[in-house]
Nanobody
Framework: EVELVESGGGLVQPGGSLRLSCVVS????????MSWVRQAPGKGLEWVSG????????IYVHSVKGRFTISRDSAKSTVFLQMNALKPQDTAVYYC????????????WGQGTRVTVSS
């Protein structure tokens, strides 16, 4: 059974930090590129960041560059999103997603973890 389980969300004040984790099972983690995608209240899905199978070439949406860092640990089958200098506009449900190399759509999604940035 495929599972992607996110954790680490919560309520944080503007300027604060959170570290999201996504533990995967049921498929070969090293064969999949991983991404974080978010959905703000009342809005559509927004891709946030992605990382290739080997951990190379992390990429970010412009609005989070310099504040968020994506990483992965193959030994733990886990992808992380370190979020610093959080802003109210980062408030959203954050999902991790997996796709094979060369594919344009995601094969697997997690259930999401909620991040609320508010004073």
């Amino acid at each position: 059974e495929v599972e992607l389980v996110e954790s680490g969300g919560g309520l944080v004040q503007p300027g604060g930090s959170l570290r999201l984790s996504c533990v995967v099972s049921g498929f070969t983690f090293n064969n999949y590129a991983m991404s974080w995608v978010r959905q703000a209240p009342g809005k559509g899905l927004e891709w946030v960041s992605g990382i290739q199978q080997g951990g190379e070439s992390p990429i970010y949406v412009h609005s989070v560059k310099g504040r968020f860092t994506i990483s992965r640990d193959s030994a733990k089958s886990t992808v992380f999103l370190q979020m610093n200098a959080l802003k109210p506009q980062d408030t959203a449900v954050y999902y991790c997603a997996a796709k094979r190399a060369g594919e344009t759509s995601y094969d697997y999604w997690g259930q999401g973890t909620r991040v609320t940035v508010s004073s």
